[in-house]
């Protein structure tokens, strides 16, 4: 079956400090992987997006970047954080050509900038 | 104008009761139309799905399309207190790689 991990669960990081958020999924090839932030009270903001290994599409102007190293590898990064980068932070995988399109998220990241 | 709206909620019903959560979208080049149910600090996890107009029935959920006037709705029958969670739509058209998400309503179901 196929699964996604994501961590850390929870992570508390001072302003300027640098970050890196892993995921992995397990159980299919070649997915479709993407991040998400999704704010208090606020929809998902698609940050970035990835078809392939060193294939990134980024959404939003930030400075935040990604990288897919491996096939079902995703890794969001940050040289210095923002106070407005608090948030919590949503792996998600598709497959092209599922009848559904739905995707399969992790269980997130809820990072505080302090 | 966002893609996608939806009324952000609060929503709060009693136990048993039928709910009715809606989005309306822009695009009319969607054709796949989801709903996702996300628990207090957990993903959102994929409740129900739709290809182009019609209604899904899946337990206690149904799900209804309408294109013509770009307009989704998510019934939920029988309310029970777990169904309490925020309900996300989405949308996405056929071949795309990102889908359009909806803010999201927050349901509460009072035992």
């Known amino acids: 079956s196929q699964t996604i991990h994501q961590w850390p669960a929870t992570l508390v990081q001072p302003v300027g400090s640098p970050l890196s958020l892993e995921c992995t999924v397990e159980?299919?090839?070649?997915?479709?992987l993407y991040w998400y932030r999704q704010a208090a009270g606020r929809g998902l903001q698609l940050l970035f997006y990835?078809?392939?290994?060193?294939?990134i599409s980024s959404e939003v102007p930030q400075n935040l970047s990604a990288s897919r190293p491996q096939d079902r590898q995703f890794i969001l990064s940050s040289k210095k954080l923002l106070l407005s980068d608090s948030g919590f932070y949503l792996c998600?995988?598709?497959?092209?050509?599922?009848?559904?399109?739905?995707?399969?998220f992790g269980s997130g990241t809820r990072l505080t900038v302090v | 104008q966002k893609e996608v709206e939806q009324d952000p909620g609060p929503l709060s019903v009693p136990e048993g009761a039928i709910v009715s959560l809606n989005c309306t979208y822009s695009?009319?080049?969607?054709?796949?139309f989801m709903w996702y149910r996300q628990y207090s600090r957990k993903g959102p996890e994929l409740l129900m799905y739709?290809?182009?107009?019609g209604n899904k029935e899946d337990g206690r959920f149904t799900a209804q399309v309408d294109k013509s006037s770009k307009y989704i709705s998510l019934f939920i029958r029988d309310s029970q207190p777990s169904d309490s969670a925020t309900y996300l739509c989405?949308?996405?058209?056929?071949?795309?790689?990102?889908?359009?998400f909806g803010a999201g309503t927050r349901l509460f179901v009072k035992a």
């Open positions: 989405a949308m996405i058209n056929t071949g795309g790689f990102k889908t359009i």
């Open positions: 739709t290809y182009s107009s």
């Open positions: 695009n009319s080049a969607f054709q796949y």
């Open positions: 990835s078809v392939g290994i060193g294939q």
């Open positions: 998600a995988w598709s497959v092209t050509g599922r009848d559904n399109y739905g995707y399969t």
């Open positions: 159980g299919t090839s070649n997915p479709n």
